[in-house]
Protein backbone atom coordinates (compact mmCIF):
# COMPACT_ATOMS: atom_id res chain seq x y z
CA UNK A 1 0.00 0.00 0.00
CA UNK A 2 2.00 3.31 -1.35
CA UNK A 3 1.92 5.84 1.82
CA UNK A 4 0.18 9.39 1.31
CA UNK A 5 2.34 12.41 1.62
CA UNK A 6 3.48 15.65 0.27
CA UNK A 7 6.23 15.81 -1.93
CA UNK A 8 8.76 18.89 -2.05
CA UNK A 9 10.89 19.15 -4.49
CA UNK A 10 14.19 21.72 -4.46
CA UNK A 11 13.48 21.21 -0.61
CA UNK A 12 17.00 22.02 0.41
CA UNK A 13 16.44 26.02 -1.02
CA UNK A 14 15.45 28.95 0.95
CA UNK A 15 11.55 28.22 -0.06
CA UNK A 16 11.82 24.59 0.39
CA UNK A 17 13.64 25.35 4.48
CA UNK A 18 10.97 27.63 5.07
CA UNK A 19 8.09 25.64 3.89
CA UNK A 20 9.50 22.31 6.00
CA UNK A 21 9.76 24.27 8.68
CA UNK A 22 6.09 25.79 8.86
CA UNK A 23 4.09 22.32 7.12
CA UNK A 24 5.81 20.31 9.83
CA UNK A 25 4.45 22.39 12.63
CA UNK A 26 1.10 21.79 11.13
CA UNK A 27 -0.70 18.54 11.52
CA UNK A 28 -0.40 17.56 7.85
CA UNK A 29 1.07 14.57 6.07
CA UNK A 30 4.33 13.12 6.33
CA UNK A 31 7.00 15.16 4.39
CA UNK A 32 9.01 13.29 1.35
CA UNK A 33 11.88 16.04 0.15
CA UNK A 34 13.82 15.50 -2.59
CA UNK A 35 16.76 17.52 -3.52
CA UNK A 36 20.34 17.58 -5.27
CA UNK A 37 21.44 18.30 -1.44
CA UNK A 38 20.85 17.71 1.81
CA UNK A 39 18.73 18.84 4.36
CA UNK A 40 19.83 21.12 6.91
CA UNK A 41 20.28 19.20 10.04
CA UNK A 42 18.14 21.23 12.39
CA UNK A 43 15.02 19.95 9.69
CA UNK A 44 16.68 16.84 8.67
CA UNK A 45 14.51 14.81 11.56
CA UNK A 46 11.28 17.22 9.96
CA UNK A 47 11.07 15.31 6.86
CA UNK A 48 11.83 12.13 4.96
CA UNK A 49 14.97 13.28 3.02
CA UNK A 50 15.71 11.72 -0.94
CA UNK A 51 18.92 12.68 -1.98
CA UNK A 52 18.60 13.09 -5.65
CA UNK A 53 17.94 14.52 -8.93
CA UNK A 54 14.15 15.22 -10.18
CA UNK A 55 15.68 14.46 -14.06
CA UNK A 56 16.44 10.56 -12.71
CA UNK A 57 13.12 8.66 -14.51
CA UNK A 58 14.03 5.65 -12.33
CA UNK A 59 14.16 7.60 -8.50
CA UNK A 60 10.57 9.33 -9.89
CA UNK A 61 9.16 5.91 -11.01
CA UNK A 62 10.26 4.08 -7.63
CA UNK A 63 8.84 6.80 -5.59
CA UNK A 64 5.14 6.48 -7.35
CA UNK A 65 5.24 2.99 -6.27
CA UNK A 66 5.84 4.02 -2.92
CA UNK A 67 3.67 6.91 -2.29
CA UNK A 68 0.66 8.59 -2.86
CA UNK A 69 0.92 12.60 -2.66
CA UNK A 70 -1.61 14.48 -1.71
CA UNK A 71 -0.01 17.76 -2.84
CA UNK A 72 3.49 18.56 -4.99
CA UNK A 73 5.14 21.78 -3.83
CA UNK A 74 7.71 21.47 -7.46
CA UNK A 75 10.18 24.27 -6.02
CA UNK A 76 13.58 22.60 -7.92
CA UNK A 77 14.90 24.87 -10.26
CA UNK A 78 18.17 26.85 -11.80
CA UNK A 79 17.23 30.25 -11.07
CA UNK A 80 17.49 33.55 -13.12
CA UNK A 81 20.82 34.16 -13.47
CA UNK A 82 22.47 31.24 -13.36
CA UNK A 83 20.23 29.38 -15.95
CA UNK A 84 22.01 32.99 -18.30
CA UNK A 85 25.33 30.92 -17.74
CA UNK A 86 23.88 27.47 -18.44
CA UNK A 87 20.46 27.85 -20.95
CA UNK A 88 20.52 24.64 -21.66
CA UNK A 89 20.91 22.68 -18.04
CA UNK A 90 18.26 25.37 -17.38
CA UNK A 91 16.08 24.29 -19.80
CA UNK A 92 16.40 20.37 -18.65
CA UNK A 93 16.34 21.10 -14.93
CA UNK A 94 13.84 24.00 -15.05
CA UNK A 95 11.63 22.50 -18.13
CA UNK A 96 12.39 18.56 -18.28
CA UNK A 97 11.88 18.35 -14.65
CA UNK A 98 8.70 19.88 -14.78
CA UNK A 99 7.19 17.82 -16.85
CA UNK A 100 8.32 14.45 -15.59
CA UNK A 101 6.59 15.84 -12.08
CA UNK A 102 3.25 16.86 -13.63
CA UNK A 103 3.44 13.46 -15.76
CA UNK A 104 3.95 12.05 -11.80
CA UNK A 105 1.07 14.23 -10.92
CA UNK A 106 -0.69 13.13 -13.61
CA UNK A 107 -0.69 9.34 -13.34
CA UNK A 108 -1.17 9.50 -9.50
CA UNK A 109 -4.84 11.76 -9.87
CA UNK A 110 -5.88 8.84 -12.34
CA UNK A 111 -4.90 5.98 -10.34
CA UNK A 112 -6.83 7.22 -7.13
CA UNK A 113 -9.64 9.02 -9.18
CA UNK A 114 -8.84 12.14 -7.39
CA UNK A 115 -6.51 15.70 -8.10
CA UNK A 116 -3.31 15.40 -6.90
CA UNK A 117 -2.70 19.49 -6.10
CA UNK A 118 0.17 20.30 -8.01
CA UNK A 119 1.68 23.83 -6.42
CA UNK A 120 4.06 25.66 -8.74
CA UNK A 121 6.32 29.03 -8.07
CA UNK A 122 7.02 31.03 -11.25
CA UNK A 123 8.29 34.42 -10.98
CA UNK A 124 8.57 38.40 -11.71
CA UNK A 125 10.90 36.84 -14.28
CA UNK A 126 7.88 35.94 -16.45
CA UNK A 127 7.12 39.65 -17.54
CA UNK A 128 9.91 41.18 -19.99
CA UNK A 129 9.49 44.68 -20.28
CA UNK A 130 11.41 46.09 -23.70
CA UNK A 131 12.70 49.33 -22.11
CA UNK A 132 13.01 51.51 -18.85
CA UNK A 133 10.93 54.16 -20.38
CA UNK A 134 7.88 51.68 -20.65
CA UNK A 135 9.14 50.24 -17.10
CA UNK A 136 8.42 53.86 -15.87
CA UNK A 137 5.04 54.02 -18.01
CA UNK A 138 3.52 50.42 -17.34
CA UNK A 139 4.65 50.32 -13.59
CA UNK A 140 1.85 47.46 -12.21
CA UNK A 141 1.21 44.49 -14.32
CA UNK A 142 -1.04 42.39 -14.45
CA UNK A 143 -0.68 38.35 -14.86
CA UNK A 144 -1.39 38.78 -18.75
CA UNK A 145 0.61 41.71 -19.76
CA UNK A 146 3.94 42.16 -20.78
CA UNK A 147 4.30 38.55 -20.87
CA UNK A 148 7.63 38.26 -22.90
CA UNK A 149 10.43 37.57 -20.91
CA UNK A 150 14.23 37.75 -22.14
CA UNK A 151 15.77 35.12 -20.06
CA UNK A 152 15.66 31.74 -19.92
CA UNK A 153 14.68 31.10 -16.82
CA UNK A 154 11.52 33.28 -17.35
CA UNK A 155 10.83 31.66 -20.53
CA UNK A 156 10.71 28.32 -18.80
CA UNK A 157 8.86 30.20 -15.84
CA UNK A 158 6.01 30.78 -18.62
CA UNK A 159 6.01 27.80 -20.27
CA UNK A 160 5.84 25.74 -17.15
CA UNK A 161 2.56 27.38 -16.08
CA UNK A 162 0.92 26.70 -19.39
CA UNK A 163 2.46 23.06 -19.33
CA UNK A 164 0.83 22.89 -16.06
CA UNK A 165 -2.54 24.06 -17.08
CA UNK A 166 -2.28 22.19 -20.14
CA UNK A 167 -2.01 18.77 -17.87
CA UNK A 168 -4.85 19.96 -15.31
CA UNK A 169 -7.41 21.11 -18.41
CA UNK A 170 -6.88 19.48 -21.24
CA UNK A 171 -4.20 16.38 -20.86
CA UNK A 172 -5.79 13.61 -23.15
CA UNK A 173 -8.77 15.90 -24.42
CA UNK A 174 -9.21 13.01 -27.71
CA UNK A 175 -9.46 10.40 -25.51
CA UNK A 176 -12.95 8.94 -25.19
CA UNK A 177 -12.47 8.28 -21.48
CA UNK A 178 -10.97 11.49 -19.74
CA UNK A 179 -9.04 11.06 -17.16
CA UNK A 180 -9.16 12.70 -13.52
CA UNK A 181 -6.89 15.74 -14.05
CA UNK A 182 -4.39 17.39 -11.47
CA UNK A 183 -5.28 20.52 -9.88
CA UNK A 184 -2.12 23.24 -10.94
CA UNK A 185 -1.44 26.17 -9.23
CA UNK A 186 1.14 29.09 -9.40
CA UNK A 187 2.26 31.87 -7.84
CA UNK A 188 4.74 34.67 -9.45
CA UNK A 189 6.43 35.47 -6.95
CA UNK A 190 8.50 39.10 -6.69
CA UNK A 191 12.02 38.70 -5.16
CA UNK A 192 12.21 36.95 -1.47
CA UNK A 193 13.56 37.96 1.27
CA UNK A 194 14.65 35.05 4.29
CA UNK A 195 16.52 35.74 7.51
CA UNK A 196 17.70 32.56 7.65
CA UNK A 197 18.84 31.91 3.99
CA UNK A 198 21.14 33.92 1.79
CA UNK A 199 19.85 33.32 -1.84
CA UNK A 200 22.41 32.69 -4.88
CA UNK A 201 21.86 32.32 -8.28
CA UNK A 202 19.20 34.73 -9.18
CA UNK A 203 18.97 38.39 -10.00
CA UNK A 204 16.94 40.33 -7.54
CA UNK A 205 19.79 38.47 -4.61
CA UNK A 206 20.90 41.86 -3.91
CA UNK A 207 18.19 42.89 -1.60
CA UNK A 208 19.16 40.01 0.81
CA UNK A 209 22.98 40.32 -0.06
CA UNK A 210 23.18 43.79 1.04
CA UNK A 211 20.77 43.33 3.88
CA UNK A 212 23.05 40.03 5.35
CA UNK A 213 26.19 41.32 4.48
CA UNK A 214 26.21 44.71 6.83
CA UNK A 215 24.96 42.50 9.53
CA UNK A 216 27.92 40.57 9.21
CA UNK A 217 29.94 43.61 9.34
CA UNK A 218 30.99 43.17 5.45
CA UNK A 219 31.27 45.53 2.39
CA UNK A 220 28.91 45.06 0.03
CA UNK A 221 28.95 46.28 -4.17
CA UNK A 222 25.42 46.16 -5.42
CA UNK A 223 25.14 44.87 -8.77
CA UNK A 224 22.38 47.14 -9.70
CA UNK A 225 21.72 51.03 -10.33
CA UNK A 226 20.62 53.08 -7.42
CA UNK A 227 17.13 53.98 -9.42
CA UNK A 228 16.58 49.97 -9.69
CA UNK A 229 12.88 49.65 -8.52
CA UNK A 230 11.37 45.61 -8.25
CA UNK A 231 9.28 44.04 -5.83
CA UNK A 232 9.66 41.79 -2.87
CA UNK A 233 8.22 39.74 -0.10
CA UNK A 234 9.19 38.52 3.34
CA UNK A 235 10.01 34.68 3.10
CA UNK A 236 7.24 34.30 5.72
CA UNK A 237 4.32 35.67 3.51
CA UNK A 238 5.58 33.82 0.83
CA UNK A 239 5.08 30.40 2.74
CA UNK A 240 1.93 31.72 3.70
CA UNK A 241 0.74 32.42 0.18
CA UNK A 242 1.88 28.77 -1.04
CA UNK A 243 -0.23 26.99 1.73
CA UNK A 244 -3.44 29.32 1.18
CA UNK A 245 -2.77 28.60 -2.32
CA UNK A 246 -2.92 25.40 -2.10
CA UNK A 247 -5.70 24.94 0.79
CA UNK A 248 -8.16 27.43 -1.53
CA UNK A 249 -11.41 25.41 -2.82
CA UNK A 250 -11.27 24.61 -6.88
CA UNK A 251 -14.10 26.70 -7.38
CA UNK A 252 -13.13 29.95 -5.46
CA UNK A 253 -10.40 29.96 -8.43
CA UNK A 254 -10.71 32.20 -11.53
CA UNK A 255 -7.28 31.49 -12.81
CA UNK A 256 -4.58 28.94 -12.77
CA UNK A 257 -1.62 31.80 -12.28
CA UNK A 258 -1.53 34.95 -9.78
CA UNK A 259 0.73 37.34 -8.76
CA UNK A 260 1.46 37.76 -5.60
CA UNK A 261 3.69 41.00 -3.63
CA UNK A 262 4.52 42.59 -0.95
CA UNK A 263 6.23 46.13 -1.43
CA UNK A 264 8.45 47.74 -4.05
CA UNK A 265 11.58 49.57 -3.57
CA UNK A 266 14.89 51.17 -5.13
CA UNK A 267 18.12 49.71 -4.56
CA UNK A 268 18.88 53.48 -3.21
CA UNK A 269 15.70 53.00 -0.85
CA UNK A 270 17.20 49.37 0.06
CA UNK A 271 20.19 50.49 1.22
CA UNK A 272 18.51 53.27 3.26
CA UNK A 273 16.69 50.62 5.17
CA UNK A 274 19.96 48.51 5.31
CA UNK A 275 21.66 51.56 6.99
CA UNK A 276 18.90 52.90 9.24
CA UNK A 277 19.33 49.00 10.83
CA UNK A 278 22.96 48.69 10.47
CA UNK A 279 24.28 52.32 10.48
CA UNK A 280 28.00 51.74 9.55
CA UNK A 281 27.17 48.86 6.67
CA UNK A 282 29.25 50.18 3.72
CA UNK A 283 27.07 49.79 0.57
CA UNK A 284 28.49 50.74 -3.18
CA UNK A 285 27.10 50.72 -6.60
CA UNK A 286 28.81 49.02 -9.27
CA UNK A 287 26.39 48.13 -11.58
CA UNK A 288 26.93 44.48 -13.87
CA UNK A 289 25.20 45.99 -17.20
CA UNK A 290 24.27 42.49 -18.09
CA UNK A 291 22.20 41.69 -14.51
CA UNK A 292 21.25 45.13 -14.70
CA UNK A 293 19.68 44.64 -17.90
CA UNK A 294 17.66 41.69 -16.26
CA UNK A 295 16.28 43.55 -13.56
CA UNK A 296 15.25 46.50 -16.18
CA UNK A 297 12.59 44.00 -17.95
CA UNK A 298 10.63 42.51 -14.62
CA UNK A 299 8.33 44.81 -13.88
CA UNK A 300 8.32 47.73 -10.78
CA UNK A 301 5.14 46.59 -9.31
CA UNK A 302 3.65 43.12 -9.63
CA UNK A 303 -0.58 43.70 -9.72
CA UNK A 304 -1.80 41.20 -6.89
CA UNK A 305 -5.73 42.21 -7.27
CA UNK A 306 -6.97 39.08 -8.45
CA UNK A 307 -5.23 36.87 -5.37
CA UNK A 308 -6.61 39.38 -3.06
CA UNK A 309 -9.83 39.35 -4.50
CA UNK A 310 -10.36 35.80 -5.35
CA UNK A 311 -9.04 34.35 -2.11
CA UNK A 312 -7.83 36.85 0.49
CA UNK A 313 -4.30 36.70 -0.04
CA UNK A 314 -2.73 40.00 2.10
CA UNK A 315 0.76 39.71 2.97
CA UNK A 316 1.29 40.29 7.07
CA UNK A 317 4.62 41.88 6.42
CA UNK A 318 4.86 45.53 4.69
CA UNK A 319 8.07 47.05 4.04
CA UNK A 320 8.40 48.31 7.76
CA UNK A 321 7.37 45.16 9.33
CA UNK A 322 8.96 43.45 6.98
CA UNK A 323 12.51 45.09 7.94
CA UNK A 324 11.67 45.67 11.65
CA UNK A 325 10.07 42.64 12.91
CA UNK A 326 11.26 40.04 11.12
CA UNK A 327 14.39 40.76 8.97
CA UNK A 328 16.64 43.01 10.71
CA UNK A 329 16.14 41.59 14.27
CA UNK A 330 16.39 37.43 12.83
CA UNK A 331 19.14 38.65 10.63
CA UNK A 332 20.77 40.49 13.96
CA UNK A 333 20.68 37.25 16.24
CA UNK A 334 22.25 34.74 13.28
CA UNK A 335 24.84 36.09 13.11
CA UNK A 336 25.62 37.55 16.54
CA UNK A 337 25.22 34.17 17.62
CA UNK A 338 27.78 32.94 15.00
CA UNK A 339 30.10 35.77 16.00
CA UNK A 340 30.31 33.99 19.38
CA UNK A 341 33.25 32.16 20.04
CA UNK A 342 32.31 28.06 20.44
CA UNK A 343 32.15 27.21 23.45
P1 LIG B 1 16.96 27.81 -4.30
O1 LIG B 1 17.97 27.95 -5.37
O2 LIG B 1 17.33 28.24 -2.93
O3 LIG B 1 16.45 26.31 -4.23
C1 LIG B 1 16.28 25.50 -5.37
C2 LIG B 1 16.62 24.09 -4.96
O4 LIG B 1 16.43 23.25 -6.10
C3 LIG B 1 18.08 23.93 -4.51
O5 LIG B 1 18.15 23.40 -3.22
C4 LIG B 1 18.67 22.98 -5.55
O6 LIG B 1 19.62 22.08 -5.02
C5 LIG B 1 17.42 22.25 -6.03
N1 LIG B 1 17.62 21.67 -7.35
C6 LIG B 1 18.14 22.27 -8.45
N2 LIG B 1 18.21 21.38 -9.46
C7 LIG B 1 17.72 20.20 -9.00
C8 LIG B 1 17.54 18.93 -9.57
N3 LIG B 1 17.89 18.67 -10.83
N4 LIG B 1 17.00 17.94 -8.82
C9 LIG B 1 16.67 18.19 -7.51
N5 LIG B 1 16.82 19.38 -6.92
C10 LIG B 1 17.35 20.38 -7.66
O7 LIG B 1 15.66 28.58 -4.79
P2 LIG B 1 14.40 29.06 -3.95
O8 LIG B 1 14.56 30.50 -3.74
O9 LIG B 1 14.15 28.16 -2.80
O10 LIG B 1 13.29 28.88 -5.06
C11 LIG B 1 12.42 27.78 -5.08
C12 LIG B 1 11.49 27.95 -6.26
O11 LIG B 1 10.81 29.21 -6.17
C13 LIG B 1 12.19 27.94 -7.61
O12 LIG B 1 11.36 27.28 -8.54
C14 LIG B 1 12.29 29.40 -7.95
O13 LIG B 1 12.32 29.60 -9.33
C15 LIG B 1 11.01 29.94 -7.35
N6 LIG B 1 11.09 31.38 -7.05
C16 LIG B 1 11.97 31.86 -6.14
C17 LIG B 1 12.05 33.21 -5.91
C18 LIG B 1 13.01 33.80 -4.92
O14 LIG B 1 13.18 35.03 -4.89
N7 LIG B 1 13.66 33.00 -4.08
C19 LIG B 1 11.20 34.08 -6.60
C20 LIG B 1 10.32 33.55 -7.55
C21 LIG B 1 10.26 32.19 -7.75
N1 LIG C 1 14.67 35.56 -7.18
C1 LIG C 1 14.50 34.90 -8.44
C2 LIG C 1 15.63 35.18 -9.37
O1 LIG C 1 16.14 36.27 -9.31
C3 LIG C 1 13.22 35.37 -9.09
O2 LIG C 1 12.53 34.32 -9.56
O3 LIG C 1 15.98 34.34 -10.14
Not at 167 to 192: A, C, E, I, T, W
Request: proline residues 6%; charged residues 20%; negative net charge.
Amino acid sequence: MRKKAILITGASGEIGQALIANLSEQQSLPLLTLDLHTIPPELAGRCTHIGGDILDSKLLARLVTEYDFEIIFHLAALLSTRSEFSPELAHQVNVDGTLALLQVAAEQSQRRGKPVSFIFPSSVAAYGLPNLAIKARDYRLKEWQWANPSTMYGCNKLYCEQLGIYYSKHYQQLSVNRPVMLDFRSLRFPGLISAYTVPSGGTTDYGPEMLHAAAQGKPYACFVREDTVLPFMAMPDAVTALLQLAAVPAESLGRAVYNVTSFSLSAADFRDQVLHAFPDAQVTFEPDLRRQGIVDSWPAELDDTAARTEWGWAPAYDLQRAFDEYLVPNIRQRYHHEAQPAK
